[in-house]
Nanobody, 123 residues
Framework: QVQLVESGGGLVQPGGSLRLSCAASGSIFSINAMTWYRQPPGKQRELVAAITSGGTTNLADAVKARFTISRDNAKNTVYLQMHNLTPEDTAVYYC?????????????????WGQGNLVTVSS
C-alpha cells in the first residue's frame, strides 16, 4: 500500500506564510505528478499546483504570484510554500500523487490522496 501523509497546516493571520508538506511512503516504484488541491468551505475542490518528476510546475492563476510548489524526489515529498495568505485561501488542502507501485512482484498504476490539511487564514 502507498499512503500520503500531509503536515504543516493551521491558523495564520492574513499576510502570513505557511508551508505544507506531503510525504509518500509504501511500495512506490515511481511517482509522476504530485498535485495540491484545496476545497474551501462550501465550495468544490480545485487544483492549486502541480509538479512533475522532472520539476515542471503549474500553478492556478489565483496563487501563481504567492505560492511555490517543489518536491524532493529522493524523499517522495512535495511542498507547497504559501506567502501573503488571504482569507480566500482558507480551505482543506489535499495532496495527490500518481505513478506506479510495485506490489507483490507486479507493477500497478498508482493514484493516492492525502488525508487533507486545514489551512485557516483569519485575524
Amino acid at each position: 500500500q502507498v499512503q500520503l501523509v500531509e503536515s504543516g497546516g493551521g491558523l495564520v493571520q492574513p499576510g502570513g506564510s505557511l508551508r505544507l508538506s506531503c510525504a509518500a511512503s509504501g511500495s512506490i516504484f515511481s511517482i509522476n505528478a504530485m498535485t495540491w488541491y484545496r476545497q474551501p468551505p462550501g465550495k468544490q475542490r480545485e487544483l492549486v499546483a502541480a509538479i512533475t518528476s522532472g520539476g515542471t510546475t503549474n500553478l492556478a492563476d489565483a496563487v501563481k504570484a504567492r505560492f511555490t510548489i517543489s518536491r524532493d524526489n529522493a524523499k517522495n515529498t512535495v511542498y507547497l510554500q504559501m506567502h501573503n495568505l488571504t482569507p480566500e485561501d482558507t480551505a482543506v488542502y489535499y495532496c495527490n500523487a500518481d505513478g506506479i507501485q510495485l506490489s507483490r512482484g507486479a507493477f500497478r498504476s498508482l493514484e493516492v490522496w492525502g488525508q487533507g490539511n486545514l489551512v485557516t487564514v483569519s485575524s
